[in-house]
């Protein structure tokens, strides 16, 4: 198969988006005890908020030609969807706190608000990789709710680094920096919040 094709693939297979509604639903189940319910209630909420509507204005301002794509490569046209996704995130933070969520499903929503705060931040000089940011960052936080073994997720935080890359996304420096920033900040609210 072609590598390009095959990093188109990875890139969407392992997007933010994906990644985003797959993850809280792994720290919800760990948050409520295993409950099949709760765990889809509590992780579909951070996905409609964290994930879903985020996506919907991106894609829909790449539709009428805002930006390049819904991956938003040009670095000056990121600011405006990467504050949305920041207000849907608040927003969604809003309505855990009133309906009393979990505190480990709190604390990631936090470990998501800091880490898109420093994406934001950073945006604003150099283009860091979201993509590699959010895969880091959610290996990080399942390895520290279900323990080192999860470590064997890094190749795949690889893999998006590589996509990335090969697709013409990202420099090798800003998907590094984006695989590094995603633990660091994102990792590290979670393990100190929850």
Do not use: N
């Not at 301002?61 to 819904?70: E, K, L, Q, S, Y």
């Not at 470990?111 to 993509?131: G, Y």
């Amino acid at each position: 198969m072609d590598p390009s094709r095959t990093a188109g693939l990875v890139t969407e297979a392992l997007s933010p988006a994906v990644v985003v509604v797959a993850l809280p639903l792994a720290v919800a189940w760990d948050a409520t005890d295993h409950s099949i319910g709760a765990t889809i209630g509590w992780g579909l909420l951070v996905a409609v908020f964290y994930s879903a509507l985020p996506m919907a204005f991106v894609v829909h301002g790449a539709r009428r030609g805002r930006w390049d794509g819904h991956w938003v490569r040009d670095r000056e046209h990121r600011t405006l969807p990467l504050v949305m996704c920041l207000l849907s995130a608040l927003v969604g933070m809003a309505v855990m706190v009133w309906l009393s969520a979990p505190a480990a499903v709190v604390a990631l929503a936090w470990a998501m608000i800091t880490t898109l705060v420093a994406c934001l931040v950073i945006t604003r000089w150099w283009k860091v990789s979201v993509h590699a940011t959010v895969a880091g960052g959610a290996v990080a936080m399942v390895t520290f709710l279900y323990g080192p073994w999860l470590l064997a997720l890094v190749p795949l935080v690889a893999l998006v680094c590589w996509s990335r890359v090969v697709v013409q996304d990202h420099t090798v420096a800003q998907v590094v920096a984006g695989a590094l920033l995603g633990p660091l900040v994102g990792g590290a609210v979670f393990l100190a919040l929850s």
